[in-house]
């Protein structure tokens, strides 16, 4: 088990930046991989981007070249880095961990809302 725990989302104006931050209670480096998903209003959850063990990083394509995941082992927190945000980025972000079984765990989520 393990809980995650987001913070960082806001209001910004379009093309502005936003760090997303996710602390896991215990360490992140067993999961096989930790990742962002978001969902907007009346939309089905979808994935953004997903950082493996060693490192590895995958990007939807809506986001590739504004965002960057990243993942601070000895904190136990990874990050989401967005930036030339566009209003089609609003929307509720969760965070994803994934152990080697393939158990999925899930924050609470964060509200980003971009304004045009």
């Known amino acids: 088990q393990v809980q995650l725990v987001e913070s960082g989302g806001g209001l910004v104006q379009a093309g502005g930046s936003l760090r997303l931050s996710c602390a896991a209670s215990?360490?992140?480096?067993?999961?096989?991989?930790m990742g962002w998903y978001r969902q907007a209003p009346g939309k089905q959850r979808e994935w953004v981007a997903t950082?493996?063990?060693?490192?590895?990083?995958n990007y939807a394509d809506s986001v590739k070249g504004r965002f960057t995941i990243s993942r601070d082992n000895a904190k136990s927190t990874v990050y989401l880095q967005m930036n030339s945000l566009k209003p089609e980025d609003t929307g509720v972000y969760y965070c994803?961990?994934?152990?080697?079984?393939?158990?999925?765990?899930w924050g609470q989520g964060t509200q980003v809302t971009v304004s045009s």
């Open positions: 994803n961990a994934r152990n080697t079984f393939l158990d999925d765990y």
């Open positions: 215990r360490t992140i480096s067993s999961f096989g991989a």
């Open positions: 950082i493996a063990r060693g490192g590895g990083t």
